[in-house]
Protein backbone atom coordinates (compact mmCIF):
# COMPACT_ATOMS: atom_id res chain seq x y z
CA UNK A 1 0.00 0.00 0.00
CA UNK A 2 2.82 2.18 1.00
CA UNK A 3 4.66 1.60 -2.62
CA UNK A 4 1.28 2.69 -4.40
CA UNK A 5 0.69 6.38 -2.20
CA UNK A 6 4.10 6.88 -3.42
CA UNK A 7 3.76 6.36 -6.98
CA UNK A 8 0.79 8.68 -6.62
CA UNK A 9 2.45 10.89 -5.14
CA UNK A 10 6.14 10.92 -7.21
CA UNK A 11 3.16 10.41 -10.60
CA UNK A 12 1.02 13.60 -9.79
CA UNK A 13 3.80 17.08 -10.43
CA UNK A 14 4.68 14.45 -13.60
CA UNK A 15 1.05 14.59 -14.61
CA UNK A 16 0.79 18.15 -13.89
CA UNK A 17 3.94 19.29 -16.08
CA UNK A 18 2.51 17.38 -19.03
CA UNK A 19 -1.05 19.16 -18.79
CA UNK A 20 1.13 22.51 -18.52
CA UNK A 21 3.38 21.69 -21.86
CA UNK A 22 0.03 20.88 -23.68
CA UNK A 23 -1.51 23.31 -22.62
CA UNK A 24 1.24 25.57 -23.47
CA UNK A 25 1.09 24.37 -26.96
CA UNK A 26 -2.08 24.48 -27.64
CA UNK A 27 -2.54 28.08 -26.45
CA UNK A 28 -0.18 28.74 -29.18
CA UNK A 29 -1.93 26.90 -31.78
CA UNK A 30 -5.18 29.24 -31.48
CA UNK A 31 -6.08 31.49 -34.03
CA UNK A 32 -8.62 33.29 -32.21
CA UNK A 33 -7.07 35.80 -29.25
CA UNK A 34 -9.90 35.03 -26.57
CA UNK A 35 -9.43 31.44 -26.86
CA UNK A 36 -6.07 31.85 -26.21
CA UNK A 37 -6.25 33.91 -23.45
CA UNK A 38 -8.49 31.48 -22.04
CA UNK A 39 -6.01 28.81 -22.28
CA UNK A 40 -3.13 31.27 -21.27
CA UNK A 41 -5.49 31.37 -17.55
CA UNK A 42 -5.79 26.99 -17.88
CA UNK A 43 -2.10 26.85 -17.49
CA UNK A 44 -1.24 29.88 -15.30
CA UNK A 45 -3.62 27.77 -13.06
CA UNK A 46 -1.84 24.06 -13.37
CA UNK A 47 1.44 26.16 -13.03
CA UNK A 48 0.48 27.21 -9.72
CA UNK A 49 -1.11 23.88 -8.80
CA UNK A 50 2.83 22.42 -9.84
CA UNK A 51 3.89 25.28 -7.27
CA UNK A 52 1.74 23.93 -4.56
CA UNK A 53 2.69 20.68 -4.85
CA UNK A 54 6.50 21.30 -5.11
CA UNK A 55 5.40 22.80 -1.45
CA UNK A 56 6.03 26.35 -2.79
CA UNK A 57 2.72 27.74 -1.90
CA UNK A 58 3.64 31.61 -2.01
CA UNK A 59 4.58 31.50 -5.22
CA UNK A 60 1.69 29.59 -6.63
CA UNK A 61 -0.30 32.27 -5.08
CA UNK A 62 1.27 34.53 -6.50
CA UNK A 63 1.10 32.37 -10.49
CA UNK A 64 -2.64 32.20 -9.42
CA UNK A 65 -3.42 35.54 -8.81
CA UNK A 66 -0.74 37.08 -11.81
CA UNK A 67 -0.23 34.49 -14.26
CA UNK A 68 -4.02 32.98 -14.48
CA UNK A 69 -5.86 35.96 -13.55
CA UNK A 70 -4.97 39.23 -14.21
CA UNK A 71 -2.63 38.61 -17.27
CA UNK A 72 -5.59 37.01 -19.17
CA UNK A 73 -8.40 39.31 -18.14
CA UNK A 74 -5.44 42.11 -19.61
CA UNK A 75 -4.99 40.43 -22.53
CA UNK A 76 -8.80 39.79 -23.11
CA UNK A 77 -10.06 43.33 -22.68
CA UNK A 78 -6.91 44.32 -25.16
CA UNK A 79 -8.15 42.16 -27.33
CA UNK A 80 -11.68 43.26 -26.96
CA UNK A 81 -10.81 47.22 -27.39
CA UNK A 82 -9.06 46.77 -30.51
CA UNK A 83 -11.01 44.27 -32.38
CA UNK A 84 -12.14 45.65 -35.66
CA UNK A 85 -15.90 45.75 -36.49
CA UNK A 86 -16.45 44.51 -39.99
CA UNK A 87 -17.45 46.99 -42.31
CA UNK A 88 -20.47 45.76 -44.57
CA UNK A 89 -20.30 47.89 -46.84
CA UNK A 90 -19.29 51.13 -47.77
CA UNK A 91 -21.82 53.87 -48.38
CA UNK A 92 -21.87 56.13 -51.39
CA UNK A 93 -21.11 53.94 -53.73
CA UNK A 94 -22.64 53.77 -56.71
Known amino acids: MADINLLIQSAIPWVLYIFAILGAIVCLMQKDLLR ?5 SITGFVIAAIYQVLLAPDVALTQAVVGAAIVPTLV ?14 EEGDS
Do not use: D
Not at 36 to 40: D, E, G, K, N, Q
Open 76 to 89: ALTILKTREEPVSG
Open 36 to 40: MAVLT
